[in-house]
């Protein structure tokens, strides 16, 4: 078995008293990239925040570069490598962009051996390298920006910390497709670089043209796990998505 | 006739002091949510530390950081035993248990040092008066604005240009999010109450030689003034509470130099009316933002 | 078929609003009951603590009708029951004292001397007056912004009726109210408190109150003024503040401003937040709870004798202890000991099946 990057098993968490995950499990390997799919309230976010650390875990474990994280708190899973992209977005309003970018840094400076002060500012560079509109609106606040932008801004936050597995909520949650494109572009690209991710998705089409394996959530269960290549036609896939509406009630 | 320099002397030397409570009760209240009816307790308790070492023989320079010091670990250690059970979700209850610690500072404070009023001896020279720009103001006024001065500045400096500055801003913006960077809250609560403890002490000492007398009771009158520069400032805002608190000097430094003297006996009040004729038309106060949420 | 239940505040149909009113004003009868038995076993001794214990609970129930409907914790309602006090003394104090006393008062107030009823009255008239005109600066505030104004509110007051002489005769004693408070007098004020407590809580009126408590944005969508939805209880929980002091003025015949600060204020919120701020029965929960409590603290300050020992509670025993009770019981339980539960005479309909499946009744499962 290659070394597996995160694995999850037979997660289960929710809210108060209701379980809104039941026993879930998934596997991503380095450099593979994974798509978490299902309606709203299926649990995608859910999941993805337990992965994070959000969510305390209620039973079940998490390894992650095969240490047991399942206690560990989501300031230390970041440290270990793992970074989330909120659903939208949670960008500080009252932090200046590069604030923001500076900020997604702090993970990496409690690593051993820590990431310098010179390191975090070439980081920041390249940042704005790659996205020059970033570079543009620096010091202006970081809810000043438009969507698309917080989304890009968001991506590059979780980068400053260069962490090996990257997870993405809804990214293209709100935004017009033209810029959609443009994040996914970006998402190829890091694709492309070896990232390993994780991409939580409402509609299917673009994560199933990013992601190498679909995972598909219905009411906190996993339902369908499959490489991108062997999932079922598209009447199929939606009888997987929703159910059937004759033997299933809500 | 006294001129308005006096006045705006007056008001900011008194707005100094006001300004530092407000931010000692802010640094906590936007990190944890919690409006600390205690801090004048707490406040209380560091003078009378003070007091003690002064009776003990120890030079201004030894008592002045040791002060500090212990205003820092007061405060840490009545976060970490009495906040930390409350947890963020629920400001009313913060309030309501730092009521609660009040009450027991207070007991305790009578039990130990009495319902008697201790002298808060002050070096000769802090008494002495001066002449600036044709108004008087005593050294020690002098003083309050220059600490008040250096405090502000350090933290601004703290704040907007260093790391940790950062992780405070972002833990009391989003606690979720800041989670996501890698910043622990429990060190950001810690660091706060740390802070409020330090500016805790520095009010002690400068409030303290300005009455000149503490009784156990005296936090009352500090609680509320901080309470007041606080609200006008508007919950959250660090330079609301700055500018608030000096508005709150300014305000009372006129009320005493211009009210006719039959109003005299109203002068707190009066101050007070002005703040909620304020709230009246500005709810969220001088900084803080409009929204109607429970901050 | 009525019954003896233990619920959350909901409610359907008018029988059980009747009900839930009548529930209040059966607490304030048991209550009653319970003191004059008391006052029987103990052979008149305690008769002042009885009678003050009565008044407590009714400021208690007072300070309920705004906290509970409005999530705000007001620490400056002392400065109702300041108000109505004076306002209950200036109008019963024989006009003969009055002369010697207070020889500045303006005209009518001058030549007036009412008596009990009347002066009860004017008590909480002048507390809700007050309320009404600072109210809408308070109730636009956000949770513990009001409080802290509250506060404020308190030392104001404070501080202008130590400053209106001719009124109030400043900070010197203001004596000489006739001491006509009874037993019956502030038990039967209490049921009344009571059933007014329950008759807001469970109107319409206290109903859009607790929407805005619980999500202002979301009932103003509603249509809901939030500013009026907060100042009618502010309003209702003044008068009746203000009641109490005009029976208090009426006991104690001789108060100060400082007779209504702050150390006065802590016994009355410990006793609404640790019984249960959002029910009616938790406040007079509380009320009994730290009263009797303020009793033994009062003994043990007093001191006893243990066989040869004689011991003596340090002197602030009583505000120690709230205090403590305060920090470690709230963190565990911040509702209180009730939560929002009542305990409510309530109609059970028998379960009738339907259509859809499963019995419909009127239980709720609270």
Request: net charge positive; with cysteine; hydrophobic share 50%.
């Amino acid at each position: 078995m290659p070394d597996s990057l995160l694995v999850v098993e037979d997660l289960v968490t929710g809210y108060g008293p209701n379980a809104v995950l039941k026993e879930v499990s998934l596997r991503v390997d380095a450099g593979q990239s994974i798509g978490i799919l299902g309606v709203n309230g299926a649990g995608k976010t859910t999941l993805v925040n337990a992965i994070a650390g959000l969510n305390p875990i209620w039973s079940g474990s998490m390894l992650f570069r095969g240490k047991d994280v399942t206690k560990v708190g989501p300031e230390a899973r970041m440290t270990m490598g793992i970074s989330l992209c909120p659903e939208s977005r949670q960008i500080f309003t009252s932090l200046t962009v590069e604030e923001n970018l500076i900020l997604g840094a702090t993970p990496a400076r409690r690593r051993v051996p820590p990431l310098s002060r010179s390191q975090v500012r070439a980081r920041l560079e390249k940042s704005y390298n790659r996205f020059p509109i970033l570079a543009e609106r620096r010091n202006g606040g970081g809810g000043q920006l438009s969507g698309g932008e917080q989304q890009m801004l968001a991506v590059a936050r979780a980068l400053m910390s260069a962490p090996d597995l990257l997870i993405v909520d809804e990214p293209s949650m709100g935004l017009a497709p033209v810029v959609s494109s443009k994040v996914y572009a970006l998402l190829r690209e890091l694709k492309s670089e070896g990232l390993a991710m994780i991409v939580v998705e409402e509609s299917s089409n673009r994560a199933l043209g990013l992601v190498d394996h679909c995972l598909i959530l219905r009411a906190g269960r996993v339902v369908l796990s499959a490489p991108v290549e062997e999932l079922p036609d598209h009447s199929a896939l939606v009888e997987v998505y929703l159910g059937s509406t004759r033997t299933e009630r809500g | 006739m006294t001129g308005i320099f006096q006045v705006f002397l007056d008001g900011l030397s008194l707005g100094a002091s006001y300004a530092l409570l407000a931010l000692g009760l802010t640094m906590v209240f936007g990190v944890l949510g919690l409006v600390n009816f205690a801090y004048g307790d707490m406040i209380m308790w560091t003078a009378f530390l003070a007091a003690s070492l002064w009776a003990w023989g120890l030079p201004l320079i030894v008592v002045v950081p040791l002060t500090i010091i212990g205003g820092t670990l007061l405060s840490l250690v009545v976060g970490e035993v009495v906040f930390r059970r409350v947890g963020t979700q629920n400001p009313l209850s913060l309030l309501l248990v730092s009521f609660g610690l009040s009450l027991v500072l207070v007991a305790l404070a009578v039990q130990v040092f009495g319902e008697l009023a201790f002298v808060f001896p002050s070096p000769e020279y802090l008494s002495r008066v001066v002449e600036v720009g044709g108004a008087q103001v005593s050294v020690l006024s002098l003083v309050d604005v220059g600490v008040a001065a250096a405090i502000l500045a350090a933290l601004f400096l703290l704040l907007n240009r260093s790391e940790l500055g950062l992780m405070l801003r972002a833990t009391a913006e989003n606690v979720r999010t800041a989670r996501l960077m890698g910043v622990r809250p429990k060190s950001m609560v810690r660091l706060s109450f740390a802070i409020s403890g330090a500016i805790g002490g520095v009010i002690a000492l400068l409030w303290f030689m300005k009455v000149g007398s503490l009784i156990p009771r005296s936090g009352l009158d500090i609680t509320l003034k901080a309470f007041i520069a606080l609200v006008i400032g508007g919950l959250g805002s660090t330079r609301g509470a700055v500018g608030g608190g000096f508005l709150l000097g300014f305000a009372e430094a006129g009320l005493a130099t211009w009210l006719p003297a039959g109003w005299r006996g109203y002068q707190q009040a009066l101050a007070f009316v002005v703040v909620v004729l304020l709230l009246l038309l500005r709810p969220q106060g001088i900084g803080g933002r409009v929204t109607d949420t429970s901050r | 078929m009525i019954r003896l239940q233990w619920r959350t505040d909901r409610l359907f149909g008018r029988s059980a609003f009747s009900l839930a009113v009548l529930s209040a004003l059966l607490i304030g009868v048991v209550v009653l009951l319970a003191a004059v038995v008391l006052i029987f076993l103990t052979k008149g001794q305690k008769n002042q603590i009885i009678l003050v214990f009565g008044i407590n609970a009714l400021l208690v129930v007072a300070l309920q009708v705004f906290v509970g409907s409005t999530g705000i914790v007001s620490f400056g309602h002392m400065a109702f029951m300041a108000i109505g006090a004076y306002a209950a003394g200036i109008v019963s104090l024989p006009v003969a004292m009055k002369a010697a006393l207070l020889p500045d008062l303006p005209g009518v107030l001058k030549t007036v001397e009412l008596p009990m009823f009347p002066s009860l009255v004017v008590a909480g008239f002048a507390a809700a007056v007050v309320a009404g005109i600072i109210g809408p600066a308070i109730v636009r505030l956000t949770g513990p912004a009001a409080a802290v104004v509250t506060l404020g509110m308190l030392v104001i007051a404070n501080q202008v009726l130590r400053g209106a002489k001719e009124f109030t005769r400043g900070t010197q004693t203001f004596s000489g109210v006739p001491k006509t408070t009874t037993f019956i007098w502030v038990f039967s004020t209490l049921v009344v408190g009571l059933g007014v407590a329950a008759l807001f809580k469970w109107s319409s009126v206290g109903l859009k109150s607790r929407m805005v408590r619980d999500d202002p944005l979301a009932a103003e969508t509603c249509g809901i003024n939030v500013t009026v939805a907060r100042l009618i209880p502010f309003v209702v929980s003044a008068a009746l503040t203000g009641v109490a002091g005009g029976l208090w003025a009426h006991y104690i015949t001789a108060f100060q401003a400082n007779s209504f600060y702050v150390l006065q204020t802590v016994p009355i919120i410990a006793m609404l937040i640790l019984g249960g701020a959002a029910s009616i029965t938790g406040a007079m929960l509380g009320a009994v709870i730290i009263s009797t409590w303020a009793e033994i603290t009062r003994l043990l300050e007093a001191g006893f004798s243990v066989g040869s020992l004689h011991l003596t509670a340090p002197k602030d025993l009583g505000s120690l202890s709230l205090g403590l009770a305060l920090i470690l019981f709230l963190p565990w339980r911040p509702q209180g000991i009730t939560g929002p539960r009542e305990v409510l005479l309530g109609l059970v309909r028998r379960a009738r099946p339907t259509e859809i499946g499963g019995p419909v009744g009127e239980e709720s499962p609270g």
